[in-house]
């Protein structure tokens, strides 16, 4: 899979990419990431991105010319029916061998590929949509900056828009990362175990529940000994039921989505009960 990421900031990302699982999806060559400075696509000598709000506002906004410059001439303006000519890397992270491009039609742009724009104004970043971008075999990322972008960035090129919270954030650029971590480890081979990602908090509609490694004492804590006991069933059930705990205890909004079955909700009502009867 192939992640553009346009920014003003590119030296932000290296640590990020080059670490852990990331780094070694990069070298499989299952991740492509390509870093692509907006600054580069300005015409101007003083490679000017940003401009004053007609009208008056406080803040800058960040002008349309480079960056739709930079998104067409990456994503192949020759022929954006296709979006395969990559002309301009300003900065790569990563191998350069292309990815195939999808053939799902949006309504705002001709490119034939998710455009996100991440912005507080989008929707909100979860494992589902994290799911979705993962079905793409490549994925562009537009980092907004300052007070944002001009509005025709949005309208009229962009084809998507993200958010990973509602707080405030310098740019775009975390959430950029954030998006090709959760995305990533969604693609096959990118974690060591097949079952790894399935197994994470979200994956199921639950968070996750403890685990332990050795020694299986430790200053007197010790590990439950049904997960010494070697009986996986029994163990399958107590993780169920410890996600479950957890969940309710820590989020319990995400059980009203979570796919439940009539033994986790008769456990569930278990731990109501004995909520209630610890607050009598």
Not at 221 to 228: D, T
Request: proline share 6%; aromatic share 8%; hydrophobic share 40%.
């Amino acid at each position: 899979m192939r992640f553009d990421i346009f920014t003003l900031f590119p030296e932000m990302f290296a640590g990020v990419f080059d670490e852990s699982i990331l780094k070694r999806a990069r070298d499989a060559r299952l991740v492509e990431i390509f870093l692509h400075d907006i600054r580069a696509f300005t015409t101007d000598k003083h490679h000017v991105t940003d401009d004053y709000t007609y009208a008056g506002g406080g803040g800058m906004v960040m002008k349309p010319e480079p960056i739709f410059a930079a998104v067409e001439r990456v994503l192949g303006s020759g022929d954006r029916g296709q979006g395969t000519a990559i002309s301009h890397q300003p900065s790569a992270i990563g191998n350069t061998i292309q990815s195939p491009i999808s053939n799902l039609q949006f309504p705002t742009s001709n490119f034939q590929l998710p455009i996100i724009l991440l912005t507080p104004q989008g929707r909100v970043f979860d494992q589902n949509v994290a799911r979705e971008l993962a079905q793409h075999p490549r994925l562009a990322l537009i980092c907004g900056h300052y007070e944002g972008v001009d509005e025709r960035v949005r309208a009229h090129l962009a084809t998507d828009e993200i958010s990973i919270g509602d707080y405030v954030l310098t740019g775009g650029e975390i959430p950029a990362m954030i998006i090709v971590d959760a995305v990533a480890r969604l693609i096959p081979g990118v974690l060591g175990h097949p079952t790894a990602a399935a197994n994470d908090s979200h994956a199921s509609g639950l968070l996750e529940g403890p685990h332990y490694t050795r020694p299986a004492d430790f200053r007197g804590w010790r590990v439950p000994e049904i997960l010494l006991s070697g009986h996986h069933a029994q163990i399958e059930k107590w993780r169920r039921r410890e996600a479950l705990r957890r969940t309710f205890e820590h989020r319990p909004d995400l059980l009203e989505r979570a796919a439940l079955s009539d033994e986790d909700r008769e456990f569930l009502q278990a731990l109501r009960a004995e909520k209630q009867n610890r607050a009598s």
